[in-house]
């Protein structure tokens, strides 16, 4: 299975994206999808997370300006990032966590420039 992670690109401060991610065929059932992201020099950390049943966890620094949603029919995750920031740059890597298994995308780019 592998989960194609799209929607990074360059914009400026302040501007917005949506990340895309889905699977190359159906996980369900879904436990829980999520996004990570890593920084230049820093280690991965979460950013936010979808549970089965539509509930949502933001890491502090995202609530607000981030929001995830989830299709776990299609296996899918999105993360819409609005009011980017150049702290904001990193790889963003998706999560889909199905039947205790951890699958990860390949890592999307954002670049953020103030």
């Known amino acids: 299975v592998q989960l194609q992670a799209s929607g990074g690109g360059l914009v400026q401060a302040g501007e917005s994206l949506k990340l895309s991610c889905v699977a190359s065929?159906?996980?369900?059932?879904?436990?829980?999808m999520a996004w990570y992201r890593q920084a230049p020099g820093k280690q991965r950390e979460l950013v936010a997370r979808?549970?089965?049943?539509?509930?949502?966890i933001y890491a502090g620094p995202f609530k607000g300006r981030f929001t995830i949603s989830g299709d776990d029919a299609k296996s899918a995750v999105y993360l819409q990032m609005n009011s980017l920031k150049s702290e904001d740059t990193a790889v963003y890597y998706c999560?889909?966590?199905?039947?205790?298994?951890?699958?990860w995308g390949q890592g999307t780019l954002v670049t953020v420039s103030s």
């Open positions: 065929r159906s996980l369900l059932p879904v436990a829980a």
């Open positions: 999560n889909i966590n199905s039947h205790s298994r951890d699958y």
């Open positions: 979808w549970l089965s049943g539509g509930s949502t």
